[in-house]
Every structure is written in structure tokens, then in C-alpha cells.
């Protein structure tokens, strides 16, 4: 994928205070870009945003925080949806959305709703680009703290029941800004990875262990767990609200835990490391060898 020419536009940037928001803010200011960021107290006033923005492009990094089926909807789909119709009011030309890889197998509330948004903006007529990134280094930073500790690094199962093509914040925030007068990124879904090669959730304590110069340790955790939780917590979800969450977070960590983020293969269903395109130069282990220095 080329990147297009960063001819400076005037940018409503939503979702700055998130970590790939905030990267993607670096990289529209280095690239002279006007860029508005506001506050998610600021979204409830989309039209107020766009008649003081006079935004030619959108990019959307707004997501919920937790996943839990009234916080998706609410923001995922809803604030999204509120954003494009205020954009479309203004005359916008461009809205990029930054979603998530996991939507090409939905079995979350949260997938649901971006789902549910994702074909609104195709149907609006507006010029888009909808970004779907694999893992996060973010979320494959948890067990840092860890492995400093001499804990052993916790599996599902072997280890090797997913795969992922991780990206770093920057290298993303890269990917989206250059969407912008990019006629090859318009009216299209991209999936995108950092690169590779694809690797498994084993292969991510040992390289965390080879960082930190000390012999591997791993802890099985069966998935089968997340099942036992989501169907007991699931007895109460019709009584309570906090049931019904608690259930969701359990089917969330089963999902994380079993499917790979990487583009499924329309013809076999199965997850191919080969079809997940692959963007950036930072890699997992430089980002390993900065928290372990930073710790």
C-alpha cells in the first residue's frame, strides 16, 4: 500500500485521548495537518464539532473501553454513527475508521456494533477508509511485569492456539494518516499487521523471556474456564445487569483466547498469516526491550 502525498487538511480527529488516537494526533501534526481533537464530552455535540472544524476528513479511533454490550453500542455504534451524519451534514469529504480484525468473525457485542456502523459509512455515500488492525503491542505487553518477576508467562492450552502480526502504535497511526488524499485506501477495508512473521501467544513469552535474559516458564490456563464462567454468570444475566456484563467479559476473554487476529481466508475459513498484509519496521522485540529497560 503507498502513502499518499500529505497535502495539509483541516482533520477532526475523535478519539485523541485513546493510545492509538494519541499516536495517530503525533503523526497528523508532523505532517502540518489542522487537526481538531476533542474530548469524548465535546462528540455529544457533533454538529457544534463540524461547524467549528470545518473538517474535510474525519478519522475516527473511538472504541469502547469495555466491550460490554450498552458501553458498544453507545459508542461503537451510536457516537460513530451521531460523528458520520454530522460529517455528512457539513459536507466532509473523507471519514477513515479505525475498527478492529476480529469483525470478520462476530461473536461479540462490540463486534456486532462496529459491524453495524461499518455498513452504515459504506452506505452514506461519504468517501471512506476503514482500517482493521490485527494486535496491538499494548495488548501483548501484560505480562511484563510478570516475567520481571520471575512468574512464569501464562498459555492457553500449548500456546499455539492463536496467532497475530502485531503493530505498533506508531507504525498504525502511520497507516491511518496516509489514507488522506491516498486514492489506493479510498472506499475500501483494510486489514493491516506490523510485521511479520505471525506469532503465537508461546512465541511471545519466549521472546519476552530471551529479552529479559532469562530461561523461559510457562502456566497453562485452559479456555475452557471463560466457557464455565460465561454459562454460570449467564444464569443471571436475565435478572441483572451486572451478570449480563460480567457474562460478556467472560465471552470476550474466551474469544481473545481461542481465534487469531489475522485475515480469514474467505475460501478454507481458516486464519492465513499469508493473506494479512503487513505494514511498519518497529517490531515486538524492540518493543519488549523498551518496557524492560523502562521498568
Known amino acids: 500500500m503507498t502513502e499518499g502525498t500529505p497535502t495539509p487538511r483541516r482533520i477532526l480527529l475523535a478519539g ?27 462528540l455529544a455535540d ?10 474535510e476528513v474525519v478519522i475516527s479511533c473511538i472504541a469502547s ?35 478492529a480484525i476480529c469483525v470478520q468473525k462476530p461473536l461479540l457485542a462490540f463486534q456486532h456494533a462496529k459491524l453495524a456502523f461499518e455498513a452504515e459509512l459504506v452506505a452514506s455515500g461519504i468517501g471512506y477508509t476503514i482500517i482493521r488492525p490485527t494486535a496491538f503491542f499494548k495488548s501483548l505487553s501484560g505480562q511484563v511485569k510478570r516475567v520481571k518477576a520471575d512468574k512464569p508467562f501464562l498459555i492457553f492450552g500449548d500456546g499455539n492456539l492463536t496467532r497475530c502480526k502485531p503493530i505498533s502504535d506508531d507504525d498504525l497511526a502511520r497507516f491511518i494518516a496516509s489514507a488522506i488524499d491516498n486514492p489506493a485506501m479510498r472506499d475500501r477495508i483494510l486489514p493491516i499487521g506490523g510485521p511479520g512473521p505471525a506469532i503465537s501467544l508461546k512465541e511471545q513469552g519466549e521472546l ?44 470476550i476473554a474466551r474469544y481473545y483466547a481461542t481465534e487469531s487476529m489475522l485475515v480469514l481466508d474467505p475460501e478454507t475459513g481458516a486464519y492465513s498469516a499469508e493473506l494479512t498484509p503487513e505494514f511498519g519496521s518497529e517490531t515486538l522485540e524492540s518493543h519488549y526491550r523498551t518496557l524492560m529497560r523502562g521498568q
Open 46 to 55: 457533533p454538529q457544534g464539532l463540524m461547524a467549528t472544524a470545518r473538517p
Open 208 to 251: 519476552l523471556f530471551h529479552v529479559a535474559g532469562k530461561p523461559p516458564k510457562f502456566k497453562s490456563v485452559s479456555p475452557k474456564i471463560f466457557t464455565f464462567a460465561e454459562r454460570l454468570l449467564a444464569l443471571g444475566a436475565p435478572f441483572s445487569g451486572w451478570f449480563a456484563e460480567k457474562a460478556e467479559y467472560a465471552r
Open 16 to 42: 485523541a485521548s485513546g493510545t492509538i488516537g494519541a499516536a495517530v494526533l503525533r503523526r497528523l501534526q508532523a505532517e502540518g495537518h489542522a487537526v481538531t481533537a476533542p474530548d469524548r464530552a465535546a
Open 65 to 99: 473501553r469495555s466491550g460490554a454490550p450498552r458501553d458498544a453500542q453507545a459508542v461503537d455504534y451510536h457516537a460513530n454513527s451521531d460523528l458520520l451524519r454530522a460529517a455528512l451534514a457539513a459536507g466532509t469529504g473523507h471519514f477513515v475508521l479505525l475498527s
